[in-house]
């Protein structure tokens, strides 16, 4: 499949079934997800890929599959999705990323979510998006503030309140000009 937009390094596109088992892979690595209650499993990642699927067909975004233009490898996702959960700020468009530890310490995450949101201001016409980490995850606020995020607050996430480890979270957000 064709990427549907690319920046410099990576191309974006919308979920194949091959991508399943791969992305499985990168999801039942325990250091990729640290910053989530647990791992998934293969049955979750698949229903997360169907979702992405329909997400796309229904709305023109959702948590894209992300490869690298050098050689079409998945290396995990990057993109929008919709949140829901119960938050003074919700319903929102968020952005994320999930990445394979080898495409780790690259500048993927960073190009990646740039383009994602050059992506949504200019293409979708998204007016605000936003972006949550748990307050640890020093990572994935380090790549909100060099994407020009702007932290918004603090508070206790509702999905993680049993989690005291991840229940802060940090809510960044950027707003189309």
């Not at 992305?23 to 039942?28: D, F």
């Not at 490869?67 to 995990?76: H, K, M, P, S, Y």
């Amino acid at each position: 499949m064709s990427s549907l937009f690319i920046s410099q390094r990576l191309g974006f596109r919308n979920w194949e079934d091959d991508d399943i088992s791969l992305m499985a892979a990168i999801n039942r690595d325990p250091e990729v997800m640290k910053y989530f209650p647990d791992v998934k499993t293969f049955i979750e990642t698949e229903d997360f890929t169907r979702r992405m699927q329909r997400q796309y067909a229904e709305k023109g975004y959702c948590y894209f599959a992300v490869e690298t233009l050098a050689n079409r490898q998945l290396i995990g996702f990057i993109g929008l999705s919709e949140q829901t959960f119960k938050a003074e700020f919700t319903p929102c468009i968020d952005i994320g990323w999930r990445l394979a530890k080898s495409a780790w310490g690259k500048g993927y995450a960073t190009e990646g979510a740039k383009r994602c949101l050059e992506y949504a201001f200019d293409n979708l016409r998204i007016p605000e998006v936003n972006a949550i980490a748990p307050s640890v995850n020093q990572a994935s606020i380090n790549v909100m503030a060099k994407i020009g995020m702007k932290k918004i607050m603090d508070f206790e996430h509702p999905l993680l309140l049993k989690n005291t480890g991840l229940k802060n979270c940090v809510l960044y957000r950027s707003v189309s000009s």
